[in-house]
């Protein structure tokens, strides 16, 4: 079973719907963390989390939210979409204390 | 603006040849550079990384050059193989591990 899973895979929406990006993870991490990545840009960083409590933006928070549920737990919404959101969105894991990165296998969003 | 600049965008390598990505940094705070391999379809990997405290690093036939002063690094791939082929990117963080800033990317193909 994969460490960092994300849902939906692949997901198609209209400009001014909300949307919701899930990832969970069974690392045992406490850090979580949200990217984007668009062609020639590389990856950008929206939000990142050291703890339940601890939720900080990051290059390109705006237009997004996120929540941490649970340690395993860490969402992204789009409160309302726009066609300069598509990309690929990942969700990343670390160990506080470590540096590497485990990231998941990422959701490609579309928004028409 | 971007914290990592990387280059080339892309790169075609004959089988067995080098390969040679750099990536250049403005921040000094910087203490954790790594690089990531990602394959299509999937979400980046850690690949090797290096603390300014070493000038070069090697795993295998990868390998890491670090210049501190010129506040350069790079990434060799000795005999590089058709399986390499894939986007790679180099990242930099603070000791704290807040933050990762990454390079935009470089696509890597290696012909037969």
């Known amino acids: 079973d994969a460490d960092v899973t994300q849902t939906p895979r692949n997901r198609i929406t209209k400009t001014g719907k909300r949307i919701m990006l899930e990832c969970s993870q069974t690392?045992?991490?406490?850090?979580m963390y949200w990217y984007r990545q668009d062609p020639g840009l590389g990856l950008r960083l929206i939000y990142y989390?050291?703890?339940?409590?601890?939720?900080n933006k990051g290059e390109i928070s705006d237009g997004y939210s996120v929540s941490r549920q649970a340690q395993a737990k860490f969402s992204l919404s789009l409160e309302s979409a726009i066609p300069n959101q598509t990309a690929l969105y990942f969700c990343?894991?670390?160990?506080?204390?470590?540096?590497?990165?485990?990231f998941g296998p990422g959701t490609r969003l579309t928004v028409l | 603006q971007q914290q990592v600049k990387q280059s080339p965008q892309s790169l075609i390598v004959q089988k067995g040849g080098i390969s040679i990505i750099n990536c250049a940094y403005e921040?000094?705070?910087?203490?954790?550079f790594p690089w990531y391999q990602q394959f299509p379809g999937k979400g980046p990997a850690l690949l090797i990384a290096?603390?300014?405290?070493?000038s070069e690093k090697k795993e295998g036939r990868f390998t890491i050059s670090f210049n501190k002063s010129a506040k350069q690094f790079s990434l060799h791939i000795m005999d590089s193989q058709p399986g390499d082929s894939a986007t790679y990117f180099c990242a930099a963080s603070g000791w704290t591990g807040n933050q990762f800033y990454f390079g935009t990317g470089t696509s890597l193909t290696v012909i037969p």
């Open positions: 690392k045992g991490h406490d850090r």
């Open positions: 921040n000094t705070a910087f203490d954790y």
């Open positions: 290096i603390r300014p405290d070493v």
């Open positions: 990343a894991t670390s160990r506080g204390g470590g540096n590497e990165q485990f």
């Open positions: 989390s050291f703890d339940v409590k601890d939720i």
